[in-house]
């Protein structure tokens, strides 16, 4: 009678063992893997004059530089996708940190209907353009959202949501931290040249350029207070990262991307981004629940999340998917430009 659960519970001993000797050094590995390249990527943004790019742009090439010279590490697969997944999704989480919900209510009603416009207008064109350009749609949407709300995080918030493929995020995330780059430089350069107050200036800076890291770097010529309202404008844009992902989910099935009888997989991480959200806006007897130096700390290890989940995303470019990604690229480019002109008439 004893038989069957011994040989039950051998079996699972088996299992265990297997797991032990075969896949968790194969995760330990992917896991190490993506951290020493994330860590590369931070030490190269770290020197001066390198640093514009940024640590996940940064992390992103060096990891597609080692695809195209050592190919992909099968070996470390399923630590590697760990991060580019489940570790991403915690990144995105912890990055709620940065989102003060209370400021952008009680101060930023008006900045926000200024980033609507930007969203809207951001991801419109570049779809529009994208299909007279007989560009990929699917890449281009990325590039489209990216450049509406916030960059790399929101492309690699979606992609789960759209069904996007590895590559086109991958391949997304790099395009638009480079260009945003180039366009973030091009701001400190004309900033002394325009027309502006600090913080007209500091407003078309939130509502039009890509990343916060963007956004700072433009801003931050201008003086605290030209910073401090682009930062504004730039997080009403990522909070509308939440609402953008329930219309997409919406779509995807109207659309019949997804069976309508699916039952689609909500994305639940941005639930903990809004708790996140409150959590870093608390406040109690006037002092945050959570420290600033604290909170800048975990600010500090979510970038370094998601720079990681950017290597597992870089190792699958290749350089001949970016002969394909001219065409989205040059609607996301103009995308850009007219998205420039337009909210700077709204500053």
């Not at 770290?46 to 190919?71: K, M």
């Not at 207070?225 to 504004?232: F, G, K, M, T």
């Not at 998601?306 to 996301?332: T, Y």
Request: net charge positive.
């Amino acid at each position: 009678m004893t038989e069957p659960a011994y040989s039950k519970s051998q079996a699972t001993v088996h299992r265990l063992v297997r797991w032990t000797h075969d896949t968790l050094p194969a995760a330990a590995g992917g896991i190490a893997f993506t951290f020493v390249i994330a860590l590369m990527g931070y030490a190269l943004a770290s020197i001066p004059g390198l640093g514009y790019l940024g640590q996940l742009a940064w992390a992103i090439l060096i990891a597609a530089l080692y695809r195209q010279l050592r190919g992909y590490p099968e070996r470390l697969r399923i630590g590697i996708q760990f991060t580019a997944k489940r570790l991403l999704r915690l990144a995105i989480i912890l990055y709620g940190l940065k989102l003060n919900i209370g400021i952008v209510f009680q101060q930023g009603l008006g900045l926000m209907l200024k980033d609507v416009i930007s969203v809207v207008v951001a991801i419109g064109l570049t779809l529009l353009i994208a299909k007279w350009l007989k560009a990929d749609m699917s890449l281009s949407l990325l590039l489209g959202i990216g450049t509406g709300v916030c960059g790399a995080a929101a492309i690699a918030a979606v992609s789960p949501i759209v069904k996007a493929k590895e590559k086109d995020t991958a391949l997304g995330a790099g395009l638009i931290a480079f260009l945003g780059t180039i366009v973030a430089i091009g701001y400190t350069l004309v900033q002394p040249l325009l027309p502006l107050t600090d913080t007209q200036y500091g407003v078309w800076s939130g509502v039009s350029l890509h990343e916060i890291a963007h956004v700072a770097l433009a801003a931050a010529p201008a003086g605290e207070d030209a910073l401090a309202i682009s930062l504004l404008a730039k997080l009403g844009r990522v909070f509308l990262l939440v609402p953008l992902s329930v219309v997409l989910m919406l779509w995807m099935k109207r659309t019949g991307r997804i069976e309508s009888h699916t039952k689609m997989e909500f994305p639940w991480f941005l639930l903990g981004f809004i708790a996140a959200s409150i959590l870093g806006s608390w406040e109690w007897t006037g002092q945050p629940i959570i420290p600033l130096p604290i909170k800048d700390t975990i600010s500090q290890a979510a970038s370094f999340l998601l720079a990681m989940a950017m290597v597992g995303l870089g190792l699958n470019v290749h350089l001949k998917d970016l002969r394909s990604a001219w065409r989205p690229l040059l609607a996301m480019s103009i995308t850009t430009a007219l998205l420039i002109l337009l909210t700077y008439a709204m500053a």
